[in-house]
């Protein structure tokens, strides 16, 4: 792995490129350039754009960290949906969710690194306000939402975030 600087550099030089150009932006070549490195430090690194992509969001997201202990189910799912919803975010995590279709590799480390992380906070959450199965209702909570994205369908408004929720949870502990 290439040193802890040059990760940060070219971590920034993603996210730099993806601001000014979208996905589009994001070549090996392009990426080299901006963290004025070379390809072959990338490659040694990182095995491909998907993989550069997703290590900078996974390093994103743990800096942004919100698994503070006083956030409610509302403000957890709010906060992924204006993830999910806010550019260049949403466009790079749809470049992201095609690959994971064919790249097993980045769909594992999402899995373990970036979904996995946030589902276990909403189940915790969920399992604290004392529901018989906060696994279940956890994935109803967020189907909906990764549904409306996947489809670029109007995401939640604040009430009708709320009345889904309520919904969910009023299923029963």
């Known amino acids: 792995m290439a040193r802890p600087e040059t990760v940060k550099r070219v971590h920034a030089a993603v996210m730099a490129l993806a601001d000014r150009g979208g996905p589009g932006a994001l070549t090996m070549e392009g990426i080299a350039a901006e963290a004025g490195v070379g390809k072959q430090t990338l490659y040694r690194s990182w095995l491909s754009v998907p993989a550069i992509l997703f290590d900078a969001l996974a390093d994103e997201s743990a800096a942004l960290d919100t698994s503070a202990d006083d956030l409610t189910v509302m403000e957890v799912l709010r906060a ?75 995401q939640f408004r604040d009430d009708e975030l709320r009345e889904h929720a309520e919904r969910i949870l009023d299923l029963g502990p």
């Open 80 to 154: 992924a949906i204006d993830e999910i919803s806010t550019e260049p975010r949403s466009s790079l995590l749809r470049m992201l969710a095609a690959s994971l279709q064919t790249d097993e590799v980045v769909a594992q480390q999402f899995r373990e690194r970036l979904f996995e992380p946030q589902q276990a906070q909403i189940i915790k959450l969920v399992a604290a306000a004392g529901y018989a199965n906060p696994q279940a209702s956890t994935e109803l909570l967020l189907a909906p939402i990764f549904y409306r994205w996947f489809l670029r369908l109007p």
